[in-house]
T-cell receptor, first 116, second 113 residues
Framework: DTGVSQDPRHKITKRGQNVTFRCDPISEHNRLYWYRQTLGQGPEFLTYFQNEAQLEKSRLLSDRFSAERPKGSFSTLEIQRTEQGDSAMYLCASSRHMDRGNEKLFFGSGTQLSVL | DQQVKQNSPSLSVQEGRISILNCDYTNSMFDYFLWYKKYPAEGPTFLIS?????DKNEDGRFTVFLNKSAKHLSLHIVPSQPGDSAVYFC????????????FGDGTTLTVKP
């Protein structure tokens, strides 16, 4: 088990282009999360899946953002018509759902997006 | 409105001494609190957690204290080691959506040899 992996590690794109990131979670985890982190701030929740169902999306997630998790395995996060404000570290995390609040997240190393 | 705050952006301590990292929260409905550690170019990794029904949890050199009345928690590292130098994030979970954590902005800990 190699943990959560994300691809690519870095992405540089021009404003207006579309980008797609991939996340492969820990295989036995049924929940998958996307977070965004900007410099000097903590991770901010974007969206999450339980198996293949997308259960919640943050108000931060504009309609230019879409995420999928086909067959409850890997996930993709697509950003259409990128803007400079989209520049951030995009973190994927997975977890085994717990009935109470002690659900700890296992994070990947993130994809650093730079929009020029 | 930031519900989880870490008011000290940085902390520097001498090797062997105690490191104390602080975190304040505003939402009394938070049920679980977690600390994550982050090294450069890596994602955060889970360190220790505490339930809202407890006031202390220990794991080796790491102890988390929770003061519910003050809405305050702290992470104590004793003794501090140079390898502990990292960014530490405090996070809080609601029982209704445990993995949707609310994070503070982090405290950068530097442990000097």
């Amino acid at each position: 088990d190699t943990g959560v992996s994300q691809d690519p590690r870095h992405k540089i794109t021009k404003r207006g282009q579309n980008v797609t990131f991939r996340c492969d979670p820990i295989s036995e985890h049924n929940r998958l999360y996307w977070y965004r982190q900007t410099l000097g701030q903590g991770p901010e929740f974007l969206t999450y899946f339980q198996n293949e169902a997308q259960l919640e999306k943050s108000r931060l997630l504009s309609d230019r953002f879409s995420a999928e998790r086909p067959k409850g395995s890997f996930s993709t996060l697509e950003i259409q018509r990128t803007e400079q404000g989209d520049s951030a570290m995009y973190l994927c995390a997975s977890s085994r759902h717990m009935d109470r609040g002690n659900e700890k997240l296992f994070f990947g190393s993130g994809t650093q997006l730079s929009v020029l | 409105d930031q519900q989880v705050k870490q008011n000290s952006p940085s902390l520097s301590v001498q090797e062997g001494r105690i490191s104390i990292l602080n975190c304040d929260y505003t939402n009394s409905m938070f049920d679980y609190f977690l600390w994550y550690k982050k090294y450069p170019a890596e994602g955060p990794t889970f360190l220790i957690s505490i339930s809202s029904i407890k006031d202390k949890n220990e794991d080796g050199r790491f102890t988390v204290f929770l003061n519910k009345s003050a809405k305050h928690l702290s992470l104590h590292i004793v003794p501090s080691q140079p390898g502990d130098s990292a960014v530490y994030f405090c996070a809080a979970n609601l029982i209704t959506n445990a993995g949707k954590s609310t994070f503070g902005d982090g405290t950068t800990l530097t442990v000097k040899p």
